[in-house]
């Protein structure tokens, strides 16, 4: 059978679509949020932060929004491209990083 | 650029061994940190440090210690190998409250 924590949570998207990627941090002291990007074979990479008094950050075709509420961070990559699939990952400030998600983009 | 160099990329270890993995980053950053990543659980992270000749236990210290005598450079020692410290091995640093440079990970096989 399969074994629980050997499945990363996965989202396929087609070429040109927009990704949105989920992530839930458990710390609602916590003021600094960073998204990672992680391809085969490399360490992770940075790709977008954000403070808590911030709802939203916009960089180069990736959004970042903060619901401090639910404490929920969510990563929008606009025109979704064959090099953005990876695995990303989001983290507090302490440098705990969640599972990461597979974003895996058809051509 | 920030650099963040492992010393090795891949290394094969005999149960028992006691290893060494290695990591520098060349932008005197305070922080520094090792995860270990196994398939399907993300990062965990193991030990960090947030200045010289100090340390503190992640998540899963357990068969690991450290030792950062420099800034710039903080080693990562597993006393006595064992099978289930087979893993792919990260080393970060950042300046505190920013984002981390990663290395490019080691893989490190326990026979």
């Known amino acids: 059978g399969e074994s629980v924590g050997l499945h990363l949570p996965t989202l396929s998207v087609q070429e040109g679509d927009n990704s949105i990627i989920n992530c839930a941090y458990s710390?609602?002291?916590?003021?600094?949020f960073i998204w990672y990007k992680q391809e085969s074979g490399k360490g992770p990479q940075f790709i977008i932060d954000?403070?808590?008094?911030?709802d939203k950050r916009q960089g180069q075709r990736v959004t970042v929004l903060l619901n401090k509420t639910v404490k929920h961070l969510s990563l929008q990559i606009a025109a979704t491209q064959p090099g953005d699939s990876a695995v990303y990952f989001c983290?507090?400030?302490?440098?705990?990083f969640g599972a990461g998600t597979r974003l895996t983009v058809k051509p | 650029d920030v650099k963040v160099t492992q010393s090795s990329r891949y290394l094969v270890k005999r149960t028992g061994e006691k290893v060494f993995l290695e990591c520098v980053q060349d932008m005197d950053h305070e922080n520094m940190f090792w995860y270990r990543q196994d398939p399907g659980l993300g990062l965990r992270l193991i030990y960090f440090s947030y200045d010289v000749k100090m340390k503190e236990k992640g998540d899963i210290p357990e068969g690991y210690s450290v030792s950062r005598e420099k800034k710039e450079r903080f080693s990562l020692i597993l006393e006595s190998a064992s099978t289930n410290q087979t893993s792919m091995y990260l080393c970060?640093?950042?300046?505190?409250?920013?984002?981390?440079?990663f290395g490019q990970g080691t893989r490190l096989t326990v026979v």
């Open positions: 710390n609602s002291a916590s003021d600094y």
């Open positions: 983290a507090e400030n302490d440098m705990r």
């Open positions: 970060a640093s950042r300046v505190a409250n920013t984002e981390a440079f």
């Open positions: 954000i403070r808590s008094n911030m």
